[in-house]
């Protein structure tokens, strides 16, 4: 028979995972890797962390439909997997080289109750943009959240050797592409909805081998703050999640891989954050319970910096 508690006892909390699982997360040295762009999730190493253990949900999201784009790894995937735990059904956008990935988010989605919706695409294309909300209505019967996710990157050295085709690329994928997204949802979004943005700490702070990426990220902290003021009187929140370094695929298809295998190792934590450590801020701004009051905000999550303008 299960034991009772006596009368008068003090409650014992039980809690299975020993401290020290339950703080450990990958600490570089990383393994050094590199890999073509856009990269792949299933072959980095370590695999990012995205399925959130210690989060319990609550059913914030219970009956309403998200649309993720670059939902495929990452940020976007852990996202997705969170969104779909806390009751909502999900689509999400990838490109056709991250099929692997997608596969696995839309496992994911399905395996903690959410509907998914996987969609091929390039976000640069304007038709692409307006068709994914199109079949996310079409398909999941409405649209309640836009996270605005996908995104490009490119170091380089010298302001010199930034070409004007990647700066034309980086603007197109990672804001242009925003505008074409909230442009296509605005119809399909009604009061109590959200649009969620991906900013980045180099659009505060800056990046010397980030320059049109940077650029492109403080773009999207101001899109945020004035589309909240623009859409508010529609009862549709407008806000942006700031982080410092996340391990994604975004980053070994990007730089050396001797830097990949120190990549985040100069954040007060020593390490890059797990991509499951970032999705709770955007489960919170989805969140009509949690944010309800809260809109043209940029939160950052840095590992311990706090000197983030």
Same mark, same amino acid.
Request: aromatic share 6%; hydrophobic share 35%; glycine share 8%.
């Given at each position: 028979?299960?034991?009772?508690?006596?009368?008068?006892?003090?409650?014992?909390?039980?809690?299975?995972?020993?401290?020290?699982?339950?703080?450990?997360?990958?600490?570089?040295?990383?393994?050094?890797?590199?890999?073509?762009?856009?990269?792949? @999730?299933?072959?980095?190493?370590?695999?990012?962390?995205?399925?959130?253990?210690?989060?319990?949900?609550?059913?914030?999201?219970?009956?309403?439909?998200?649309?993720?784009?670059?939902?495929?790894?990452?940020?976007?995937?852990?996202?997705?997997?969170?969104?779909?735990?806390?009751?909502?059904?999900?689509?999400?956008?990838?490109?056709?080289?991250?099929?692997?990935?997608?596969?696995?988010? @839309?496992?994911?989605?399905?395996?903690?109750?959410?509907?998914?919706?996987?969609?091929?695409?390039?976000?640069?294309?304007?038709?692409?943009?307006?068709?994914?909300?199109?079949?996310?209505?079409?398909?999941?019967?409405?649209?309640?959240?836009? =996270?605005?996710?996908?995104?490009?990157?490119?170091?380089?050295?010298?302001?010199?050797?930034?070409?004007?085709?990647?700066?034309?690329?980086?603007?197109?994928?990672?804001?242009?592409?925003?505008?074409?997204?909230?442009?296509?949802?605005?119809?399909?979004?009604?009061?109590?909805?959200?649009?969620?943005?991906?900013?980045?700490?180099?659009?505060?702070?800056?990046?010397?081998?980030?320059?049109?990426?940077?650029?492109?990220?403080?773009?999207?902290?101001?899109?945020?703050?004035?589309?909240?003021?623009?859409?508010?009187?529609?009862?549709?929140? =407008?806000?942006?999640?700031?982080?410092?370094? =996340?391990?994604?695929?975004?980053?070994?298809?990007?730089?050396?891989?001797?830097?990949?295998?120190?990549?985040?190792?100069?954040?007060?934590?020593?390490?890059?954050?797990?991509?499951? @450590?970032?999705?709770?801020?955007? =489960?919170?701004?989805?969140?009509?319970?949690?944010?309800?009051?809260?809109?043209?905000?940029?939160?950052?999550?840095?590992?311990?910096?706090?000197?983030?303008?």
């Amino acid at each position: 028979m299960p034991q009772t508690q006596k009368e008068g006892s003090t409650p014992r909390r039980r809690n299975r995972n020993k401290p020290e699982d339950i703080d450990r997360k990958p600490m570089p040295p990383f393994p050094e890797q590199h890999q073509e762009k856009p990269g792949i @999730e299933a072959e980095l190493e370590p695999r990012p962390q995205y399925e959130a253990p210690q989060y319990k949900a609550a059913g914030k999201l219970q009956g309403k439909v998200a649309l993720v784009t670059g939902g495929d790894s990452g940020i976007g995937r852990a996202v997705a997997v969170l969104f779909a735990r806390e009751g909502a059904d999900v689509a999400f956008t990838y490109l056709a080289e991250e099929q692997r990935d997608a596969d696995e988010t @839309e496992a994911a989605v399905e395996a903690h109750g959410g509907q998914a919706l996987a969609l091929i695409g390039d976000l640069t294309d304007a038709d692409f943009c307006r068709h994914a909300v199109t079949e996310t209505v079409e398909s999941l019967g409405r649209l309640d959240i836009l =996270v605005n996710n996908a995104a490009f990157q490119q170091h380089v050295a010298k302001p010199e050797e930034l070409t004007d085709e990647q700066w034309r690329h980086t603007f197109d994928t990672n804001i242009f592409a925003y505008f074409r997204m909230v442009k296509a949802a605005l119809p399909h979004l009604g009061r109590g909805s959200a649009i969620i943005n991906t900013g980045s700490i180099t659009g505060l702070e800056g990046s010397a081998e980030l320059l049109d990426y940077s650029a492109t990220k403080g773009a999207i902290h101001a899109f945020t703050k004035s589309l909240a003021q623009n859409v508010l009187d529609r009862g549709i929140r =407008v806000n942006c999640v700031a982080p410092g370094p =996340v391990w994604t695929p975004l980053n070994p298809s990007d730089q050396d891989a001797e830097k990949v295998a120190e990549f985040g190792a100069d954040t007060p934590m020593k390490r890059p954050a797990q991509p499951e @450590e970032i999705a709770p801020a955007y =489960v919170y701004f989805a969140s009509q319970a949690d944010s309800g009051y809260v809109t043209g905000e940029v939160l950052t999550l840095l590992g311990g910096e706090t000197t983030a303008a």
